[in-house]
């Protein structure tokens, strides 16, 4: 086995998001969805691309996206030239490898646009190796043995909370009954709930209109954005509830918009409506905040967790006991790597993974991770869905597929991380036809 990585391609794709104001939220009122899309190649595959090809990207918003793009470009020497086998039989490696790259480790560390790039990176070797051993992502994970998982994390920082020990014993308690729980997932799927009903910029009777079409569809957990005003999320919140009654989970999410105390008061106001979580309360950073809040509104929980920019702040946001739901995110950590030490870290304090996702792609990749955690390390969906907004999915090869508010489990080789290459073209950024047309 002598092929070796010949190339890492990056590609700026942008879809127009903004004109509909789908995706708007207190603090996004604008956003365009947009993919820092990476190509690995290989020297072999030739004629059958999926299996000489590894697809990833980091999700941003619009602005900033060539940026992302170039960090990601950076990570090119690690891979092109090198032995394709020797990396794949070694993520765990390549991945600390790029973490502690010595220069590149200044600009986070661990955080933000360059650990993004490496998210992308990550994510794309893994969609390479998952088509090389002819199955989705989650099921390669899911029959992997307990030591090769843990060989995966890097558990720096975190044995104060969690040590490779006790990370083996969680899956070990794993192995058990794991065909049975693929079973179940092919033909039950995973729980999801809905998003695309509550965007802070739709009106009342859209906002009632989608709430139904959420029931309709078998969804029985919606989402509203809150936070930009408290007299408008009232009556939203009044709205969503009676279209949707008792029974039906309402979850609301500020975007980081309020401090502390404002958070307090605004989410004491809505309690009496009943919000199942307040997703992003405050600063994704501010640990101890998080904490305050969740002490003073309890018994309404918090989530977080699609800004938490590595495992070290989901440990202290755990040990503070400053969050009821996990949102972890697929392409904001380091990849598939650190995600699996956060659903470790997440398994061994009790506390549920409810992914975000949406954004363009964000769907396609998570749902491999709460169906791996299912299957491997919490084996349980108990509280557990997993987002779902119904936006670009037709740019992807193997699209997300839905049915009575689950997620199908995937069958088709790979992470599901695939964008057509029309689409590439068509949504390339600035010189794709769809950014030149009036
Ligand atoms: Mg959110």
New binding site residues.
Partial sequence: MTNRFVSLDTYDVRFPTSRALDGS?AMNPDPDYSAAYVVIRTDDGAGKAEQGEGHGFAFTIGRGNEVQTRAIEALAPYLVGRLVKEVLDDLGGLYRELVYDSQLRWLGPEKGVMHMAISAVVNALWDLKAKRAGLPLWRLLSSMPAEELVDLVDFRYLSDALTPQEALKLLRRGEDGREERIQTLLQRGYPAYATSPGWLGYDDAKLATLCREALDAGFTQIKLKVGADLEDDLRRMRIAREVCGPDVRIAV?A?QRWDVGTAVDWVRALAPFDPWWV??PTSPDDVVGHAEIARRIAPIPVATG?HVQNRVMFKQLLQLNALSFV?LDAARVAGVNENVAILLLAAKFGVPVCP?AGGVGLCELVQHLSMFDYVAVSRTMHDRVIEYVDHLHEHFTDPVRMDRGHYLAPLQPGFSSTMRAESRARYAFPDGPVWNTP
Avoid: K, P
Wanted: hydrophobic letters at 0%; glycine letters at 0%; charged letters at 60%.
């Fill in positions: 939220d999410d975007n997703e992003e699609e949102q975000h």
